[in-house]
């Protein structure tokens, strides 16, 4: 474990400016990489790892959003998965959904079939801990290493590279990993074996419904009964009602404002995946199945791409 931090510090530490010993082990670490999928986190995750001097190849469904990228930070695209997984040490994706990312493992021209032997799979995807073992499994068969590992932070973190990763797969693979999800990572750790990343990410997703229809409801109420909802949330921030979202989204909730986070459609994708595990293992759910259901009615407003805060709208319009 000790070789693992040294290698993280090294990464992400600059050249000593004589060049010694500090500075080759650094450069020997460079790795060979392919990231697949460049959506609003992809994008800028590729980025980072472009920029810590890693050799990376994009894949992109939409082969424009590759090209772009591309011009943006050098590196190569690849037309299939498969072609920008041959040779890399590492592939890493962030694709949509479990089909997504079974098409891009294991498709006609999936990823798994143009992995090298002893190379990590590193999945960033919020998906099922299901297909997330399933692919595990496949990927062994390839003698390849498969790290689930689904990300928290949205937009703002993948931007910034201050995401918190959480992680699931056999220790060995995760820490070769670990020094490379550095690049974008404000904390990176291992919960368990395979699916123990998306379990976790599922503790964070419930976490976030109930604490924002908490919120909706809380600044809902200010508004009703005539106070104004900035000096409250200045008062009451700093005690134990603060959190990250009050703190991020309470202006853009008063002003109506959506658009600035993580889709009601992927959250309910999510929350999909937290009901149907929790009724799995006999975990009861009551807030999350609640707020799932006021999501719906989100998307029946129109709201199926607000960013996750547009709880408050449905208040609004309940009058």
């Known amino acids: 474990m000790a070789l693992v931090v040294e290698r993280k510090a090294t990464i992400n530490a600059p050249a000593p400016l004589n060049a010694g010993t500090e500075h080759h082990a650094r450069e020997r670490f460079m790795a060979k990489l392919a990231f697949l999928g460049l959506g609003v986190m992809g994008y800028p995750m590729a980025g980072h790892l472009k920029a810590a001097g890693h050799e990376v190849t994009v894949y992109n469904r939409t082969p424009a959003k590759a090209e772009k990228w591309v011009a943006e930070h050098g590196g190569a695209a ?64 390839h003698g390849v290493a498969f790290v689930d590992a689904p990300i928290s932070g ?30 974008y990572a404000k904390i990176c750790r291992r919960l368990g074996e ?3 990343g998306q379990v976790t990410k599922m503790c964070n997703q419930i976490a976030i419904a109930g604490l924002v229809q908490g ?25 134990a ?3 990250w979202q009050m703190a991020n989204r309470y202006e853009t909730m008063a ?4 658009e600035f986070g993580f889709a009601v459609d ?19 759910l009551p807030v999350t199945a609640l707020v799932d259901q006021f999501y719906k ?23």
């Open 78 to 141: 690849a037309p299939t998965p498969r072609e920008a997984a041959q040779g890399a040490d590492f592939v890493m994706s962030c694709v949509g959904n479990d089909d997504d990312l079974r098409e891009v493992c294991l498709g006609k021209d999936g990823a798994f079939k143009g992995m090298k032997t002893g190379a990590v799979f590193v999945d960033h995807t919020t998906v099922s801990a299901a297909v997330t073992r399933e692919l595990a499994g496949e990927a062994a068969g």
């Open 297 to 319: 009615e989100v998307q029946a407003m129109g709201g199926n791409r607000w960013d996750t805060s547009s709880l408050i709208a449905r208040l609004r319009k309940l009058g």
């Open 255 to 258: 002003k109506n404002e959506f």
């Open 154 to 183: 949205g937009q703002a973190g993948a931007e910034n590279g201050q995401l918190s990763v959480m992680c699931g797969g056999d220790q060995s693979a995760y820490d070769k990993a670990e020094p490379v999800i550095a690049a």
């Open 241 to 243: 009602a603060g959190s």
């Open 215 to 239: 919120l909706a409801e809380s600044l809902n109420f200010a508004e009703k009964a005539g106070l104004d909802s900035a000096s409250v949330v200045e008062v009451i921030s700093q005690g």
């Open 194 to 196: 395979s699916g123990a």
């Open 266 to 284: 992927w959250m309910r994708k999510d929350l999909g995946i937290c009901l149907k595990t929790g009724d799995e293992i006999g975990a009861s």
